[in-house]
């Protein structure tokens, strides 16, 4: 049993190292060469990092996700293939994307508004409604009059006023507009795990151009979405966009911030930034120091416990392990329900160690000692230790406790009493016998 708790922490702590920095290999599939060529700035930049890009077209049939041992061949997908998605992309339909997610992969979907069905079949997968195809997110006060033209002057080329203020997906270090032009989304309610990236002004919406609007739009107001992310419990990562065109080259100017929130945005979902992971759990009585990280996996109820874990970041930039430096971190020591949950305090920041302390419950039974972190933007921490907490043994009750001191004066009052009416009933009756002669 201890062992099959230890493989078991183990295999949480380590289940990051199986993302992007371990296996760089990328699967770029798109509709045409041409649209691969128009975003070859895009992939430049992801091979001078070092991804190894596999590129291949619906048409080609030489290739598949899996090898024959049903391992994957690939971390990350990326998928430029709105139109041929679940149509001509054969062996990558819906249910592969998903059960790829499921497994851990990471997937960057970039659709535009000459999507197909299945397209719009995976994006609702995620949690996110695309507008019917051949509409545009249109605005007519945030809109480039520089690049409006370029797009058929229907004022859908569209300034992006709302990004992201998780500082992990989006680091803004240049202050640049974005121009957007493509499609609206809409993200389903109480859908937690996906999170708007980018979104449109209280002005803009979602419609087909040139159009007498006769209904209402899908979408409207900062509430159409352009851009949506998903991370999910697994550690896994999904980028969905309405565009294909705000990554293009054609719109990586020095004079637009698309090159840096595209580079960034994409660094993000392949696990560069915001992968977390737990080493060197360790815990024991206060005042019984141990040695080589381990851990005790018995305790007595209302032992006092120190419990101290390191927490590290992946540093996509330097390739390594970094300290992780936050002070929301917390500690649940449950039997069923939690009975105890501190904050965990940093007390090194050149290793990233949390420590906390308190004292077990007076109660017997299970417990498991439990972290589980999930903040946008970072990879979610679920792991866990099972410890058993037993009862006081026959010699390790107090002796004297200051709530029975009463009773202990009553048993020796009572012990003296005895003593003082034994002793005048022994002698007290001889001296009565005199006086009566």
């Not at 770029?28 to 430049?44: A, R, T």
């Not at 739009?217 to 065109?245: C, F, H, K, W, Y």
């Not at 907490?389 to 005895?418: T, W």
Request: hydrophobic share 40%.
């Amino acid at each position: 049993m201890r062992w099959l708790t230890l493989t078991l922490v183990l295999l949480c702590c380590i289940a990051v190292d199986s993302i992007s920095f371990i296996d760089p290999k990328v699967l770029v599939l798109v509709d045409d060469k041409q649209l691969y060529q128009s975003h070859s700035f895009l992939f430049s930049t992801l091979e001078e990092k070092g991804y190894q890009l596999t590129v291949k077209t619906a048409q080609d049939l030489n290739w598949s996700l899996t090898s024959e041992d049903g391992e994957y061949r690939f971390s990350h997908l990326f998928l430029l293939c709105p139109k041929t998605f679940g149509i001509m992309t054969t062996g990558l339909e819906r249910a592969d994307i998903l059960d790829f997610v499921e497994a851990g992969g990471n997937v960057i979907f970039f659709a535009n508004t000459g999507y197909e069905e299945p397209t719009s079949k995976l994006f609702e997968s995620f949690g996110c409604e695309l507008d019917e195809p051949q509409s545009l997110v249109l605005d007519h006060i945030y809109y480039s009059s520089d690049w409006d033209s370029h797009f058929g002057g229907k004022h859908s080329a569209v300034l992006a006023t709302g990004i992201t203020n998780s500082s992990v997906v989006y680091v803004d270090s240049e202050n640049k507009p974005i121009v957007y032009h493509g499609i609206g989304m809409g993200i389903f309610p109480k859908r937690e795990l996906i999170f708007p990236i980018l979104w449109g002004s209280s002005s803009s919406y979602s419609y087909f151009p040139n159009t007498r609007i006769t209904d209402l739009p899908i979408v409207s107001g900062e509430e159409t979405v352009m851009m949506a992310a998903l991370q999910s419990r697994n550690g896994a990562r999904v980028l969905l966009s309405g565009s294909t065109d705000i990554c293009a080259n054609s719109l990586q100017t020095t004079f637009l911030g698309n090159k840096h929130f595209c580079s960034q945005i994409v660094s993000w979902t392949l696990g560069e930034r915001g992968m977390l992971r737990t080493q060197n759990w360790r815990h024991h009585k206060v005042g019984q120091l141990l040695t080589n990280h381990s851990s005790y996996h018995m305790y007595r109820v209302e032992d006092e416990i120190e419990f101290l874990v390191d927490i590290e970041e992946w540093n996509g930039i330097e390739h390594r392990w970094k300290p992780f430096l936050g002070n929301d971190v917390q500690l649940e020591f449950i039997m069923l329900d939690p009975y105890i949950r501190k904050t965990l305090t940093c007390v090194d920041t050149t290793k990233g160690s949390y420590y906390t302390r308190f004292r077990i419950p007076d109660r017997i039974g299970v417990y498991k000692f439990s972290i589980e972190y999930y903040r946008r933007g970072y990879s979610p921490i679920q792991v866990s230790q099972v410890v058993s907490v037993r009862p006081f043994r026959h010699d390790e009750y107090e002796r004297f406790i200051l709530q029975a001191y009463p009773y202990y004066a009553a048993a020796f009052s009572m012990l003296f009493g005895v003593i003082i009416f034994g002793f005048v009933f022994l002698h007290g009756k001889g001296m009565l016998s005199i006086k009566h002669k």
